[in-house]
């Protein structure tokens, strides 16, 4: 049964959302919550809020609403989830919760898993998680003196690796990533990966792949030549993993001028995407660049402050490069 829309808020989203598509962006969705990652949406918020955006949104898929856009001919409050990265949990998480709804979602990969290698951000957790040292001096990295004394301490030792380590070049990634695993004499067996068998079954199941590049790198960071290793050979990789068409993109960490630019935008369509997403709030109209698509993570648990959070978005302009 559908969920009953707040009528508080069902005409002002029916006005302001008519002819613009919404898309929500999710990541990790676990079923417990982890004090490492306090952020992260548990699965129970998660369902909840899906409830919630069922009730004032018309899901479709991002295939049909990127047709639609091209057309201008939108559905009515029209709406797509995303989902970026890659995790084990979303088979027994998010998956079954999107299919009792009857919601479509696009999942966006990195493939780099399914070589053996882990996403970049769990190392970090892992790396954290497991450490057996009770202080850590980074200070040859300028990111200071940490106490390790318990799960809370933890959290922005992991803050401040990511930061350092997000805008770096791939290889130097792994460099100092090497570095840090001895400075904190860390165990980083067994980080969680997502499978091939869950991917494959995701895609039997009727939900949409797309493609996140292979080791998840900031574009803006990367050469054109690694740029594009990065963009086309996910595209392949994951075509053939499926044995199908692989349409959409998501460009890393995904600020308009800041991890992307006009270049990656070109290469994204040179490579035979037809559409790709961003991190950039907001929403988009007919007309807009299918390859600069605005996605938003609602977090509010509430059904009347996610409609707030959801007027925001769709009045928010946002940052679009060049004329595409």
Same mark, same amino acid.
């Given at each position: 049964?559908?969920?009953?829309?707040? +009528?508080?808020?069902?005409?002002?989203?029916?006005?302001?959302? /008519?002819?613009?598509?919404?898309?929500?962006?999710?990541?990790?969705?676990?079923?417990?919550?982890?004090?490492?990652?306090?952020?992260?949406?548990?699965?129970?918020?998660?369902?909840?809020?899906?409830?919630?955006?069922?009730?004032?949104?018309?899901?479709?898929?991002?295939?049909?609403?990127?047709?639609?856009?091209?057309?201008?001919?939108?559905?009515?409050?029209?709406?797509?989830?995303?989902?970026?990265?890659?995790?084990?949990?979303?088979?027994?998480?998010?998956?079954?919760?999107?299919?009792?709804?009857?919601?479509?979602?696009?999942?966006?990969?990195?493939?780099?898993?399914?070589?053996?290698?882990?996403?970049?951000?769990?190392?970090?957790?892992?790396?954290?998680?497991?450490?057996?040292?009770?202080?850590?001096?980074?200070?040859?990295?300028?990111?200071?003196?940490?106490?390790?004394?318990?799960?809370?301490?933890?959290?922005?030792?992991?803050?401040?690796?990511?930061?350092?380590?997000?805008?770096?070049?791939?290889?130097?990634?792994?460099?100092?990533?090497?570095?840090?695993?001895?400075?904190?004499?860390?165990?980083?067996?067994?980080?969680?990966?997502?499978?091939?068998?869950?991917?494959?079954?995701?895609?039997?199941?009727?939900?949409?792949?797309?493609?996140?590049?292979?080791?998840?790198?900031?574009?803006?960071?990367?050469?054109?030549?690694?740029?594009?290793?990065?963009?086309?050979?996910? /595209?392949?990789?994951?075509?053939?993993?499926?044995?199908? +068409?692989?349409?959409?993109?998501?460009?890393?960490?995904?600020?308009?001028?800041?991890?992307?630019?006009?270049?990656?935008?070109?290469?994204?369509?040179?490579?035979?995407?037809?559409?790709?997403?961003?991190?950039?709030?907001?929403?988009?109209?007919?007309?807009?660049?299918?390859?600069?698509?605005?996605?938003?993570?609602?977090?509010?648990?509430?059904?009347?402050?996610?409609?707030?959070?959801?007027?925001?978005?769709?009045?928010?302009? +946002?940052?679009?490069?060049?004329?595409?």
């Amino acid at each position: 049964m559908r969920p009953q829309a707040n +009528p508080w808020v069902d005409l002002p989203l029916r006005l302001l959302a /008519k002819s613009k598509l919404s898309v929500f962006l999710f990541h990790k969705v676990p079923r417990d919550y982890d004090p490492l990652v306090p952020l992260e949406l548990t699965l129970a918020t998660f369902e909840r809020m899906l409830d919630n955006v069922l009730a004032e949104f018309n899901v479709i898929s991002l295939d049909d609403a990127v047709v639609a856009l091209n057309q201008d001919k939108l559905p009515p409050r029209a709406a797509c989830i995303t989902f970026d990265d890659g995790y084990p949990d979303w088979i027994k998480g998010a998956v079954p919760a999107l299919l009792r709804r009857n919601m479509h979602a696009t999942f966006f990969i990195n493939t780099c898993q399914f070589q053996g290698r882990p996403l970049w951000h769990e190392q970090i957790n892992a790396l954290v998680r497991n450490s057996k040292k009770r202080t850590v001096d980074l200070g040859v990295y300028e990111i200071g003196h940490f106490e390790l004394d318990d799960d809370a301490s933890k959290v922005p030792l992991i803050t401040a690796i990511e930061t350092l380590l997000k805008y770096q070049q791939l290889e130097k990634r792994e460099e100092i990533f090497a570095h840090l695993r001895n400075l904190l004499d860390s165990n980083l067996e067994a980080v969680p990966i997502m499978s091939l068998e869950d991917l494959k079954a995701m895609h039997a199941k009727g939900f949409g792949i797309g493609a996140h590049t292979v080791n998840h790198p900031i574009l803006s960071c990367c050469n054109d030549d690694i740029a594009w290793t990065e963009i086309a050979q996910v /595209k392949e990789e994951l075509s053939g993993l499926i044995n199908a +068409p692989v349409t959409a993109f998501a460009y890393p960490n995904g600020r308009p001028n800041l991890d992307f630019n006009h270049r990656h935008v070109e290469m994204v369509k040179k490579a035979g995407y037809t559409c790709a997403v961003t991190t950039e709030a907001g929403v988009i109209a007919a007309g807009g660049s299918a390859y600069q698509i605005p996605r938003f993570t609602p977090w509010a648990e509430s059904q009347t402050k996610l409609a707030a959070q959801l007027v925001r978005n769709i009045l928010k302009k +946002p940052t679009i490069i060049g004329d595409f």
